[in-house]
């Protein structure tokens, strides 16, 4: 007899009081990073930075929207908020390569050169083999000296 007066309760019910069960933040993530690839792809740093911030919130240990969300606003001539984001990235894996090299371009691009120097020679830990990052270092050093 059950069965049959839950049957009764369902064929009752008006067709609008399902309920509404919408996505988890971490599934919507998902989507709104889709959305933040093609506002960047089209060149629109704006819309997609507020997109890949949406993600980076939900899903805080996807490394590539940390990267993507720094690009974005180094485009918008937003350096400080690219190097913010990379240093959060770097909270959450602090040997990521791309946050590494690109915290040392924006650093150097600042005339920061001790700190671009200290993420360069991070970076050179995990490529001891990696020429290039003597030589930026060393371009980085001459420019600090009087």
């Not at 993530?29 to 997109?51: N, P, S, T, V, W």
């Not at 919130?57 to 485009?75: D, F, G, M, V």
Request: contains cysteine.
């Amino acid at each position: 007899m059950k069965p049959a007066r839950a049957l009764l309760l369902l064929a009752l019910l008006p067709a609008g009081c399902w309920p509404n069960n919408p996505d988890a933040p971490e599934e919507t993530a998902l989507e709104r990073f889709q959305m933040a690839e093609e506002y960047l792809a089209g060149g629109h740093y704006y819309a997609a930075a507020i997109e890949y911030e949406f993600v980076v919130r939900h899903r805080w240990r996807w490394k590539e929207p940390y990267i993507k969300l720094a690009r974005c606003y180094e485009s918008l001539g937003r350096d400080e908020d690219a190097i913010a984001d990379l240093e959060r990235l770097l909270v959450v894996d602090s040997r990521d390569e791309d946050a590494l090299r690109s915290l040392g371009r924006l650093y150097a691009k600042r005339g920061d050169a001790a700190r671009a120097i200290a993420q360069y020679r991070q970076l050179r830990t995990l490529h001891p083999e990696d020429r290039s990052l003597d030589g930026e270092i060393a371009r980085l050093e001459a420019l600090g000296k009087p």
